[in-house]
């Protein structure tokens, strides 16, 4: 396995334990990350602490139910493209879409992250 996919694998399970510690050890300095939309959770992030500030948010809003779980993964040694079903139940709403993801590293670290959602109109309000 590539050393990226793993990092990448890595990082989507530590979001899914609420492992905000080991996100950050794995984001570059640099980083931008970017939620398209106009959910409470959309924006564009820079630096490790405000990407590791939206990705709590994600879990905050979603009563810490959301799972990002991978499935297909593509990688050139430098970019990440993946797809991954993601679900939660949070005050009656739920969610359940697969988005698609591009992510680009630096000396193996996370330091560009776009997802593109499958269903904008879900996600937005699911995290209204």
Request: no cysteine; aromatic share 10%; charged share 25%.
């Amino acid at each position: 396995m590539e050393p990226i996919v793993k990092t990448l694998l890595e990082t989507l399970q530590a979001f899914n334990e609420e492992d905000f510690a080991s996100i950050a050890e794995r984001v570059d300095a640099e980083v931008t990350y970017r939620i398209p939309g106009q959910a409470s959770i959309s924006g564009e992030f820079h630096g490790v602490e405000a990407v590791t500030t939206a990705f709590r948010r994600l879990r905050e809003h979603s009563g810490g139910t959301i799972s990002v779980q991978p499935q297909v993964v593509l990688s050139d040694g430098e970019h990440v493209m993946f797809t991954a079903r993601v679900t939660a139940e949070h005050q009656g709403r739920s969610l359940d879409v697969v988005n698609a993801y591009v992510f680009r590293f630096r000396d193996g670290k996370l330091l560009q992250g776009q997802v593109f959602p499958s269903d904008l109109h879900a996600v937005e309000a699911f995290f209204r």
